[in-house]
């Protein structure tokens, strides 16, 4: 009884210790508003570092870093909830704007750890592909990791499209003119860190969600249709809630976003089959 107690109070202690170091993982990147991608490098970093000192020198199983993903994915979410409602009482003459949530790079750093990890234990799937208790852990981290993650991603996207944006019910300005805004982005003389992060953000947004619908449905009609109509109808709720200024280049980018989502759920998934010689079909494994 002593033994089953002490492995699980390791157990809960390493969850916690890893929970606490994700969470700071993000923080230098934090500190370098500005700089998107010493800001993606600095995260990648040090979150692979987290990762080889719980995996390599701690022995920490893939199970824990799904809880330690939750945990500090609950952490930043209740964080920035709290920094908003914070914001809202020092400017009470101010109206609740929900603009302080998850303001611009924090929720993309976040994003980061999550690829990270999931790349990490894809590449370790391969190398421990016949370690039956290495599958069975994986399957977990899987499953534990999706769900959180869709959780995390439908709240960036209700923040992104609905609580960050005011309704005006205003009639926006709508360019239908393709690439006018990439050009624009690219070709000022110098790069608008803003303008930049939402070029990029158009195309990361979907992403996971190319990945997410490649891993549940194979049906070419639903791949091809699904992200126009999606991105399509974001546009036009921004023109009549006025809540945004509505962009074909935004809706080419999303669609790019999304088949590189399902570029990438084809490759690993690839990785998988012919690593495993057939023996695994996807890295999304329940």
Sequence with gaps: MAK???????????????????????????DLLGNLLMQVFVTVVVSLIILLIFD????????????????????WVLYALIEQIQAHFQTPEEPFSWFQLFYYDRPALLFVVFFV?????????????????????????????????????????IYSFLLVRKITFERPVVNLK??????????????DYELLFLFLGNIAIFLPLGIFVAALTKKKLILGLFP?????????????LGNGHPDI??????????????ALKLFLDFLVRKSTKGKLD?????
């Design 282 to 286: 996807s890295f999304f494994i329940f």
């Design 4 to 30: 089953f107690f002490s492995k699980k109070l390791t157990y809960v202690l390493k969850t916690l210790l890893c929970s606490v170091c994700l969470i700071v993982s993000v923080l230098p990147g934090f």
């Design 117 to 157: 990890c999931l790349l990490y234990f894809v590449i370790k799937l391969l190398i421990k592909k016949d370690d039956a208790d290495f599958v069975k852990n994986y399957k977990s981290f899987i499953k534990t990791t999706t769900c959180t993650f869709l959780v995390y991603y439908m709240i960036i996207l």
């Design 178 to 191: 393709p690439f006018e805004m990439m050009i624009f982005t690219f070709t000022r003389g110098y790069i």
């Design 56 to 75: 390599l020198v701690l022995k920490t199983d893939p199970q824990i870093f799904s809880f330690s993903l939750a945990c500090m994915t609950a952490f």
């Design 249 to 262: 280049d935004d809706l080419i980018l999303n669609v790019v976003g999304f088949y590189l989502g399902v």
């Design 228 to 240: 126009f109509l999606l991105s399509f109808s974001i546009e036009v709720s921004q023109f009549f």
